[in-house]
Nanobody
Framework: QVQLVESGGGLVQFGGSLSLSCTAS????????MGWYRQAPGKQREWVAT???????NYADSVTGRISISRDNAKSTVYLQMTSLNSEDTAVYYC???????????WGQGTSVTVSS
């Protein structure tokens, strides 16, 4: 059974840092691009960052320089390290597994991040 489980969300102060984790199971993790998305109240889900099967990374303009995505294939885990957090970062963060060639796109349940001012 395919499963993506996010963890690490919580309350963090303005300007603070937070690290999220997503542990995958039930599929060959090494063959999938992994990404993070987020959804703020009243807004659509937006893409945040991606780390490809080859280890390449891409970031949304809104988070470039403040966020780092990485993966550990031995642990089937993808990470999102966030710094200089502000109110725009308050959202539910979702882990995504994608294999575009086969039109596969899987999602976790999400973990909530709240930045307190």
């Amino acid at each position: 059974q395919v499963q993506l489980v996010e963890s690490g969300g919580g309350l963090v102060q303005f300007g603070g840092s937070l690290s999220l984790s997503c542990t995958a199971s039930g599929f060959d993790f090494d063959l999938f691009d992994m990404g993070w998305y987020r959804q703020a109240p009243g807004k659509q889900r937006e893409w945040v960052a991606t780390v490809t099967v080859g280890g390449g990374t891409n970031y949304a303009d809104s988070v470039t320089g403040r966020i780092s995505i990485s993966r550990d294939n031995a642990k089937s885990t993808v990470y999102l390290q966030m710094t200089s957090l502000n109110s725009e970062d308050t959202a539910v963060y979702y882990c995504n597994a994608r294999r575009s060639l086969y039109k596969i796109n899987w999602w976790g349940q999400g973990t909530s991040v709240t930045v307190s001012s």
